[in-house]
């Protein structure tokens, strides 16, 4: 069982950045393809990006398309999300997953996902 910790969440400006990372324990996250949600107050829970286990395929949400980057390095056990351009509506709480997946699929629904972190606060100011 894999356990994950987000970190990097905080307040910023907007047209700001910041970068999220997702440390896993407990198992190599080798297996796994990886996802960061959001939840902002009053919403429901969104997809934001994907990466497959070994990073040759992404997937993100439009609303973040051409600002936000998702990578990983399986050595170290971490995944990242570098978002830019950061605007208010972005402000949630950032959860990371994993859904066990050694194939090139992109799952962008929070059902597929069996492991999540207890999330992270991004709040950007405008």
């Known amino acids: 069982q894999v356990q994950l910790v987000e970190s990097g969440g905080g307040l910023v400006q907007a047209g700001g950045s910041l970068r999220l990372s997702c440390v896993a324990s407990?198992?190599?996250?080798?297996?796994?393809?990886m996802g960061w949600f959001r939840q902002a107050p009053g919403k429901e829970r969104e997809f934001v990006a994907t990466?497959?286990?070994?990073?040759?395929?992404?997937h993100y949400a439009d609303s973040v398309k051409d600002r936000f980057t998702i990578s990983r390095d399986n050595a170290k056990n971490t995944v990242y999300l570098l978002m830019n351009s950061l605007k208010p509506e972005d402000t949630a709480v950032y959860y990371c997953?994993?859904?066990?997946?050694?194939?090139?699929?992109?799952?962008?629904?929070?059902?597929?996902?069996?492991?999540w972190g207890q999330g992270t606060q991004v709040t950007v100011s405008s």
């Open positions: 407990g198992r190599t996250i080798r297996g796994y393809a």
């Open positions: 990466i497959t286990w070994s990073g040759a395929n992404t």
């Open positions: 997953a994993a859904k066990i997946s050694l194939g090139s699929s992109l799952y962008t629904a929070y059902q597929q996902y069996g492991y």
